[in-house]
């Protein structure tokens, strides 16, 4: 479930300790096929997109959780996106290409919170792509658990 | 002719296929569905691959601390790696990664493990080389643990999968035996189906031609043939029909019978509709109708019947039969038969009548001698009385006595001729060899006649004849023959009548007819004798010691009848009257 809100990521009601972490480590690094080559993409830059809420269960935690962050299309528009793919990159090194065609066929964010606490880096954060698994019944499958990439810090797009 | 049994094995055999068609094919969707659900990937069987990534975390680490001490990496660079090592536990730890971990028996260990990681962290976080050894020494057992884990991680989850495969396996098995049931439920539906099909298409084809076959019939039938649903709408009108009422078959089919032909409206013919439609038959005969353009009727017979299906009344079937030729030889059988009635009916009045007439010759000619000996008697007396007298008067009878008595005795001779003649005219007329004599009669002038011959033949008897009270009168009669009936009855009177006593002769008209009662007094005619008093040969209880044959009512009858008329007894008083009765004369002129 998704909802869309204009919140401003700098005014949201975290932990002050955790929430400074979690904001050191935000940075996003965009590369390939974009207008202007390649981008690194700090906090205030993502913050200035809309931010949206989205609701599912995820195949490594229980019950359902509310997740706060950006779609990817809003992301990869802003930054003009031409491509099939986008090869998302972890900072364990974990690899995973996912079809371009995910993010304008369904809701998919980056989410940088989870039930309204920051993701920290020694969890899941500071990025963590999130399908809306609970509303649609193909996102219920392996072949797309793999592509809920946690600690993300890269894309290409190709 | 189906036997009972065919069908019922007909039948039976597919429905049991359906039965068992639907058991497999449920069993295999439940087969199905269990596979399906048991095929869902649980994250433990990805804890081999989460294991792993831990190992390497805790190894990369490892490798950083050691380079962090030789300076050739940054602190940040220790934290990154110090945070993802941190992030796979914190990974263990939660929901159905954490589960796995208990049921393999390691939860203890990474409960270590993560106190321990918690209890490093500040030594991460500042780290200085000299902390290096402490903290390698500290993750020194984690890949080994890590190791471990996935190894019996491995293990458990081949053990799972193995049995699960087992499983999917058995339900395949289950599921592929059930659908090579299905496919054999589904052979023998497919046969009995094809068989089905074939005898349907048998049976629509018998009945297309017995359809055919039955159009055939009603359209080339002579008798003309329709039939009405409830709403009294046409739905079947042959060729024939249109023939009898002048419509073709388009023009008929769909509308109201009374809007094609008034013919349908007549009341014998709607009441023998509406029978039929209430399911009863019913049938007409010779109706008249009226074609158009045409003068004469034609007559035709009609035939209603009830059109049934399956108990139900759907509408009613008339069928109409051309009977014109039939009627006409009815009425031309019918003429027929009159005639001969009539012819008959002739026949046999002639026949009576002539059969009368033979009675009637018969009668006379058998009581020709004793009309002799009792009619000829007065007469022949008269007669013989003058020509005594002339006789014993001899030489002394004077020229005008001569004469006298000569003339009474050819009057009465002459008056026996005449009978003679009237008698041999009235045999002729029974036997039809000539017409009634009959012509207008003074009845005055042979009443005084008769009553003067009684007079003489009765010297001493007083016999009045009364004058008629009013009118002429004229009978239409055989003179002869009137005078011979009052004759009788006069001399009966005379014969009869008291002593002493007048005989009264008394004539009277009234209307059509005229009357002359012959009344005298004595001794009334006994009851017993009054029924008898007219049969021939009949003597009355009176009569004893007189002369007589008993035939003179029965002749004055007998010749009044003859002339239309009749002698009858009137009821007993004081007088004994008989009235003879003659039909009036009427002459065109004629204004009494």
């Known amino acids: 479930m998704l909802t869309q809100t204009t919140l401003v990521f700098a005014g949201l009601v975290v932990a002050g300790a955790t929430a400074v972490t979690a904001q050191e480590h935000m940075a996003l690094h965009v590369s390939g096929q974009i207008s202007g080559g390649s981008v690194t993409l700090d906090q205030d830059a993502l913050s200035g997109l809309p931010t949206v809420e989205l609701v599912t269960s995820t195949v490594v935690t229980d019950g359902q959780h509310s997740f706060t962050g950006f779609l990817m299309r809003d992301l990869l528009d802003q930054l003009g996106a031409k491509g099939e793919t986008v090869t998302a990159i972890a900072l364990n090194d974990y690899v995973v290409e996912i079809p371009m065609a995910d993010f304008y066929d369904f809701d998919v964010i980056a989410a940088h919170s989870m039930d309204g606490i920051p993701l920290d880096r020694d969890d899941k954060g500071p990025l963590w792509i999130v399908y809306p698994r609970d509303d649609h019944e193909a996102l219920q499958d392996i072949r797309y658990d793999y592509r809920w990439v946690w600690q993300l810090y890269q894309l290409e797009v190709r | 002719m189906i036997r009972l049994g065919k069908p019922v094995i007909g039948l039976s055999l597919p429905l049991v296929a359906v039965i068992v068609f639907a058991i497999l094919m449920t069993f295999s969707l439940i087969r199905m569905f269990e596979v399906e659900n048991a095929m869902r990937v649980d994250a433990e069987q990805n804890m081999l691959w989460v294991l792993h990534q831990s190992e390497v975390a805790a190894l990369r680490l490892t490798e950083t601390v050691a380079l962090a001490e030789l300076g050739e990496v940054d602190n940040d660079a220790l934290s ?74 491995m293990i458990a989850e081949w053990d799972g999968l193995g049995g ?214 007065t007469p022949l007396a008269v007669a013989d009385s003058s020509l005594q007298r002339l006789i014993r008067r001899g030489a002394r009878a004077t020229p005008a006595e001569v004469t006298e008595r000569a003339t009474r005795a050819r009057d009465a001779i002459d008056g026996l001729t005449r009978l003679v003649g009237s008698t041999m005219e009235a045999a002729r007329l029974d036997a039809g060899q000539i017409g009634a004599h009959r012509v207008a009669c003074d009845l005055n002038a042979a009443i005084q006649s008769v009553c003067a011959r009684q007079r003489v033949a009765a010297p001493d008897r007083q016999i009045i004849a009364s004058n008629p009270q009013h009118g002429q009168v004229l009978a239409f009669c055989d003179p002869a023959h009137a005078e011979q009936v009052l004759e009788n009855l006069v001399s009966n009177a005379v014969k009869y009548g008291a002593y002493g006593t007048p005989v009264e002769v008394i004539p009277y008209a009234e209307d059509d007819y005229l009357y002359v009662d012959v009344c005298n007094a004595g001794k009334p005619i006994p009851l017993e004798d009054r029924a008898q008093i007219f049969d021939r040969n009949y003597r009355g209880s009176n009569s004893i010691g007189s002369a007589g044959t008993g035939v003179g009512l029965f002749i004055a009858r007998t010749l009044a009848r003859m002339q239309g008329g009749d002698v009858t007894l009137q009821p007993a008083c004081e007088t004994t009257t008989f009235r003879l009765t003659l039909p009036r004369f009427k002459s065109p002129a004629n204004d009494t």
């Not at chain 2, 990974?91 to 393999?104: A, C, K, M």
């Not at chain 2, 078959?249 to 109201?256: F, P, S």
Request: net charge negative.
């Open chain 2, 80 to 153: 990154l790696r110090f945070d993802i090592l941190v992030s796979r536990v914190a990974l263990l730890n939660d929901g159905p990664q954490r589960r796995f971990v208990e049921r393999i028996g390691y939860d203890d260990e990474l409960d270590e493990l993560t106190a321990m990681l918690q209890a490093a962290k500040p030594m991460v976080t500042d780290f200085t080389p000299a902390d290096g050894p402490r903290l390698r020494a500290a993750l020194a057992p984690l890949p080994r643990q890590f190791g471990r884990a996935a190894n019996v991680a």
């Open chain 2, 164 to 377: 699960r495969l087992e499983d999917y396996r058995d339900q395949l098995r289950q599921t592929i035996a059930s659908l090579i049931g299905i496919m054999l439920a589904g052979g023998i539906l497919m046969v009995t189906l094809v068989l089905a099909l074939r005898q349907s298409h048998r049976q629509n084809d018998m009945l297309r031609r017995e359809r055919d076959f039955s159009g055939l019939l009603i359209s080339s039938s002579g008798e003309g043939i329709l039939a009405v649903d409830h709403a009294g709408r046409c739905t079947l009108w042959n060729d024939a029909m249109g023939a009898l009422l002048g419509r073709s078959t388009e023009q008929a089919v769909g509308r109201l019978l009374a809007e094609l032909s008034g013919f349908f409206d007549v009341a014998p013919v709607r009441q023998g509709l509406q029978r039929a439609l209430a399911g009863k038959t019913a049938q007409l005969r010779l109706q008249p109708l009226f074609q158009p353009d045409q003068e004469n009727p034609l007559h035709v017979d009609l035939r209603f019947f009830p059109l049934r299906n399956e108990g139900e009344t759907l509408g009613a079937i008339l069928f109409l039969t051309d009977a014109t030729d039939r009627y006409a030889a009815q009425q031309q059988d019918a003429q027929d038969r009159d005639r001969l009635e009539e012819l008959v009916t002739e026949r046999t009045r002639d026949l009576d009548n002539a059969l009368q007439r033979e009675r009637s010759a018969a009668d006379l000619y058998r009581n020709f001698a004793a009309m002799v000996s009792h009619q000829f008697r």
